[in-house]
């Protein structure tokens, strides 16, 4: 941990105000506004995020307790280690004093992957798609859904649909590469995915925080029965955010 506060400081960051580097939850947590809950057993190549599951429960019942304990009651809670969504339920039920809306699972590195296969295959900027939609957990189970998306060409915003013109590719190739990133990331480097999750985490919260704007994302959160899917069960919906 000493080391990464040393990185910290080398980065210069302007926003950064500092850093307390603890083994202990109930410190670390201590009237958060934000919480990333990172530190989950890891996913090697092999291995499917169910096979996570019993390892991870400990960590995620303890960090549950000690938000419950000494964070502030509107924290927002962005869960990554794997299996995010059930790790994300599991967090939520151990602190019962937190509103479950305030759990949420990141589903937003798929979403970005999404984006990314998209931009890539008309050419253009990625941030030029927009309104991609994962649905359901952060697995290979995920389903990428391009049906809603829009892409801007010359100025000018069309569909996803119109602009690729080929239905055999968004129905499966499209799918398939962005469920199967993951495994092919571990794959190629022997490890998670560690940048672009990073990247994919200040997303989700930004957005959180600030406002999806005129665009929605995906989150994984506790389901309230809308499209159908049960009740208090984490799944990854588009989401839009307004007023924090």
């Known amino acids: 941990l000493e080391g990464v506060v040393m990185e910290l400081a080398d980065c210069a960051l302007p926003l950064l105000v500092g850093v307390l580097p603890t083994a202990n939850p109930e410190e670390a947590f201590k009237d958060v506004a934000a ?3 990172v530190g989950a057993m890891p ?15 400990r960590i995620f019942k303890e960090q549950g307790q000690a938000l419950d ?3 502030r009651k509107d924290v927002k809670v962005l869960v990554v280690g794997n ?51 994962i649905w ?18 010359g ?14 590719y968004l129905k499966s190739s499209f799918v398939s590469t962005v469920q199967k990133r993951g495994a ?4 190629a480097r022997k490890m998670s995915s560690a940048l672009s999750a990073a990247k994919a985490a200040s997303d989700h919260m930004r957005d959180w925080f600030l406002g999806t704007g005129d665009r929605w994302v995906s989150m994984g959160v506790v389901s309230d029965g809308s499209y159908g899917v049960p009740r208090d069960v984490v799944y990854s919906f588009p989401v839009t955010v307004s007023n924090g």
């Open 35 to 37: 919480a990333f809950l």
């Open 43 to 57: 996913r090697r190549e092999g291995m499917e995020r169910k096979d996570l599951l019993s390892a991870n429960v």
């Open 69 to 71: 304990k000494v964070a």
């Open 83 to 133: 299996p995010a969504n059930t790790n994300a339920l599991i967090c939520s039920k151990y602190a019962p004093s937190i509103p479950k809306e305030n759990f949420t699972a990141m589903t937003r590195l798929d979403q970005n992957r999404a984006q990314s296969q998209l931009a890539a295959k008309v050419g253009v900027p990625v941030q030029d798609v927009k309104n991609v939609i």
């Open 136 to 153: 359901g957990n952060h697995s290979s189970t995920q389903f990428p859904d391009a049906s809603n998306a829009k892409v801007k060409i």
């Open 155 to 168: 100025g000018v915003e069309k569909s996803i649909n119109a602009a690729i013109n080929d239905d055999e």
């Open 184 to 187: 092919a990331v571990i794959a």
